[in-house]
């Protein structure tokens, strides 16, 4: 969740959280008394399909929430309580099995990260034949099945279900402003803007507030993210902060991304014209960005991995993370903590069983 731009606290991806279940407030509720997560309470204006700009309903029995100082601070909360060893910037292409049934992992350099008893897989696209077309070669967890001597049968109906997995494309343009362009833009009455009726090309206008009291200037983070729609027609272009381009190795093509940046902002023009001192702000402005940001896979659905399928006992493989079927809304990071939270009370049964 937005770490690689956590220096400017400027959230790429989801703005905030919804929380409906008993269990996940209760871990939100902690992380709020300790600081690192707080209500999202900004104003929230929708585009009708008119064109004009009016305050979004609100549902007023459905708590929102953000991280502070950013939405990273969620998962580095949750990871500070484990004891963790986190290494950032590593992709896993290679899993394997060793003789002595332990799982192990290496990246793209062949670096060793070691062998473990339980695999948690806390994102499908190392399962997921959409891997090929993105990294090249086969995903590394078809690989290890198509390795293992003995075929297992959860195993292939888990990467069966898996493979069935469509996931959406979404592409965010990240900028930031300052001084009294900044100002411009919080002198606006809202700070999300859901434009998803009006725009085939945009679906929300994100405000961030970034200024520090020890600042002199006003500072603005303002993110925008595509419709479904608008990601799939850009499938093939990767920004350059994207996972499959640092990462992965995946090629971004500076003049298809440059025109991608270009029908964004102008789309974000039109939205906005209503505003004048908006409509004066030239694109090459913003003291960061205009950066294209790409995820390939932003919401998985409409067909999820069943529960019964997200534990496969006798390997001790478990998959976690918002692709897996669970009581809250797909694709969300309630889902995933959901998921998550029943993945590891699966592995403390596992383990009991067998002490
Ligand atoms: C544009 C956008 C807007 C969103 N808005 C909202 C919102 O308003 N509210 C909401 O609740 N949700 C929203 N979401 C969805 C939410 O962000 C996800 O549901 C949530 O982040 C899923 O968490 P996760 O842990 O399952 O997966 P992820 O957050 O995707 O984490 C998976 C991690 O695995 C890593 N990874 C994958 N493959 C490898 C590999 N081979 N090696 C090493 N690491 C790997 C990835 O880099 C990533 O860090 C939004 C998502 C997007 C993209």
Same mark, same amino acid.
């Given at each position: 969740?937005?770490?690689?731009?956590?220096?400017?606290?400027?959230?790429?991806? *989801?703005?905030? $959280?919804?929380?409906?279940?008993?269990? $996940?407030?209760?871990?939100? #509720?902690?992380?709020?008394?300790?600081?690192?997560? !707080?209500?999202?309470?900004?104003? /929230?204006? @929708?585009?009708?399909?008119?064109?004009?700009?009016?305050?979004?309903?609100?549902?007023?029995?459905? $708590?929102?929430?953000?991280?502070?100082?950013?939405?990273?601070?969620?998962?580095?909360?949750?990871?500070?309580? *484990?004891?963790?060893?986190?290494?950032?910037?590593?992709?896993?292409?290679?899993?394997?099995?060793?003789?002595?049934?332990?799982? %192990?992992?290496?990246?793209?350099?062949?670096?060793?990260?070691?062998?473990? +008893?339980?695999?948690?897989?806390?994102?499908?696209?190392? &399962?997921?034949?959409?891997?090929?077309?993105?990294?090249?070669? !086969?995903?590394?967890?078809?690989? &290890?099945?198509?390795?293992?001597?003995?075929?297992?049968?959860?195993?292939?109906?888990?990467?069966? %279900?898996?493979? /069935?997995?469509?996931?959406?494309?979404?592409?965010?343009?990240?900028?930031?402003?300052?001084?009294?362009?900044?100002?411009?833009?919080?002198?606006?009455?809202?700070?999300?803007?859901?434009?998803?009726?009006?725009? #085939?090309?945009?679906?929300?206008?994100?405000?961030?507030?970034?200024?520090?009291?020890?600042?002199?200037?006003? %500072?603005?983070?303002?993110?925008?993210?595509?419709?479904?729609?608008?990601?799939?027609?850009?499938?093939?272009?990767?920004?350059?902060?994207?996972?499959?381009?640092?990462?992965?190795? *995946?090629?971004?093509?500076?003049?298809?991304?440059?025109?991608?940046?270009?029908?964004?902002?102008? +789309?974000?023009?039109?939205?906005?014209?209503?505003?004048?001192?908006?409509?004066?702000?030239?694109?090459?402005?913003?003291?960061?960005?205009?950066?294209?940001?790409?995820?390939?896979?932003?919401?998985?659905?409409?067909?999820?991995?069943?529960?019964?399928?997200? @534990?496969?006992?006798?390997?001790?493989?478990?998959?976690?993370?918002?692709?897996?079927?669970?009581?809250?809304?797909? &694709?969300?990071?309630?889902?995933?903590?959901?998921?998550?939270?029943?993945?590891?009370?699966?592995?403390?049964?596992?383990?009991?069983?067998?002490?």
């Amino acid at each position: 969740m937005s770490r690689e731009l956590a220096f400017l606290k400027l959230d790429h991806g *989801a703005p905030y $959280f919804e929380v409906h279940s008993n269990a $996940f407030r209760s871990v939100i #509720d902690a992380m709020c008394s300790r600081g690192q997560v !707080t209500r999202y309470t900004e104003a /929230e204006f @929708c585009v009708q399909s008119d064109g004009s700009i009016t305050k979004s309903e609100q549902n007023h029995k459905v $708590f929102k929430f953000k991280g502070i100082p950013g939405m990273y601070k969620v998962a580095d909360a949750l990871l500070s309580e *484990a004891d963790a060893q986190v290494h950032y910037g590593s992709l896993i292409k290679v899993i394997s099995t060793t003789e002595n049934n332990l799982w %192990n992992l290496k990246d793209k350099r062949e670096i060793d990260y070691g062998d473990f +008893e339980i695999l948690c897989v806390a994102s499908c696209t190392v &399962a997921h034949p959409r891997w090929s077309s993105t990294f090249g070669g !086969t995903a590394p967890l078809i690989a &290890a099945a198509e390795q293992m001597k003995i075929p297992n049968q959860n195993f292939q109906k888990a990467l069966k %279900n898996i493979a /069935e997995i469509k996931a959406e494309p979404v592409t965010a343009l990240l900028m930031a402003f300052t001084g009294e362009l900044a100002s411009a833009w919080l002198s606006l009455q809202w700070r999300m803007l859901d434009v998803s009726r009006f725009s #085939d090309v945009i679906s929300r206008i994100h405000i961030k507030d970034l200024t520090e009291t020890s600042d002199s200037v006003s %500072n603005v983070g303002v993110v925008i993210h595509s419709t479904v729609s608008f990601g799939r027609k850009v499938v093939g272009v990767f920004g350059k902060t994207s996972t499959a381009a640092r990462l992965g190795g *995946a090629k971004h093509d500076e003049d298809s991304e440059q025109q991608i940046i270009s029908d964004m902002w102008t +789309e974000m023009k039109i939205l906005l014209k209503e505003y004048k001192s908006i409509d004066s702000i030239p694109m090459n402005s913003a003291s960061y960005g205009p950066h294209l940001h790409r995820w390939g896979a932003a919401f998985p659905g409409p067909t999820l991995l069943k529960q019964e399928l997200a @534990c496969i006992e006798d390997l001790h493989l478990i998959f976690v993370g918002d692709y897996i079927e669970s009581q809250s809304i797909p &694709a969300s990071i309630e889902c995933a903590f959901l998921s998550a939270s029943h993945g590891a009370r699966r592995i403390a049964e596992v383990f009991s069983s067998k002490t």
